[in-house]
């Protein structure tokens, strides 16, 4: 179920009913190399949730489609929040839906350029309970898709060589298995075949380091196919682990 495309009336219910969890997809929209989606984080745990929904009764918030991306900036099209104003936006979300009654807010991101950020926005929502000695009435869970349970090493397994960690041959699968007409972008010729690796620091610096966007992967050997075993795998691992974050 998507809040989007539900009624006032049935998220009353439901929250009446004792279903007070969420699901929020969070990422970025930043270049993913020659081959890869520029909106790759932000879809990626949107086609988990859009096949988990149709497995299990969970209720999918809005995209929180742009995050932490200044280092992509000397690439076209990428888009970037400031820290803070993204940690202002999450605190607002999250007290929106607390006021309605949400207890449990599972944040299921695609962009490990976030994490701090969205670290430092949980803290921030939790900062005015624990300074009057108040429990929190919401507890966060902010969970990587890739690092659901048992994905890491299903993704290293499916490619052994050449995974990265920027421009990921797992994350660009995925958007193929879901814009299928975009998979022939892996017949591109990328060189060097394995990009090269190391630290990030301010745009120009990344597009000097890393000249075509790619950081350690070979996102050639994404296909349909893979995308979907992907897919399946993570659907499975997620509807277990927001079951015990709702036990929480
Ligand atoms: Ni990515």
Redesign the pocket.
């Known amino acids: 179920m998507y809040l989007s495309a539900a009624t006032w009336q049935e998220i009353e219910a439901r929250i009446k009913s004792g279903k007070k969890s969420i699901i929020i997809p969070i990422g970025s929209h930043e270049q993913?190399g020659p081959t890869g989606l520029i909106g790759?984080?932000a879809m990626c745990p949107q086609i988990i949730l859009d096949e988990a929904q149709k497995q299990a009764d969970i209720l999918i918030g809005p995209n929180f489609g742009v995050g932490q991306a200044q280092h992509h900036m000397a690439f076209a099209g990428s888009m970037t929040l400031r820290p803070s104003t993204m940690i202002a936006t999450i605190v607002d979300w999250t007290n929106s839906l607390a006021h309605h009654g949400f207890t449990h807010i599972y944040w299921l991101n695609?962009?490990g350029g976030n994490c701090a950020t969205i670290n430092a926005a949980f803290c921030e929502t939790y900062h005015q309970y624990s300074m009057k000695g108040e429990s929190a009435p919401f507890k966060h869970l902010l969970m990587n898709w890739w690092e659901l349970p048992g994905i890491t090493k299903f993704c290293m397994d499916l490619f052994p060589v050449g995974h990265g960690s920027?421009?990921?041959a797992s994350?660009v699968a995925l958007t193929y298995w879901r814009f299928k007409e975009r998979e022939s972008l892996n017949q591109l010729k990328l060189e060097p075949k394995i990009a090269p690796s190391g630290s990030i620091r301010d745009a120009l610096d990344y597009r000097k380091q890393f000249p075509d966007g790619r950081i350690g992967s070979d996102p050639t050997t994404a296909t349909i196919e893979l995308g979907g075993k992907i897919v399946e795998a993570s659907v499975k691992a997620l509807l277990e682990s927001f079951k015990e974050f709702e036990k929480a």
């Open positions: 993913h790759t984080d695609g962009h920027h421009a990921t994350e």
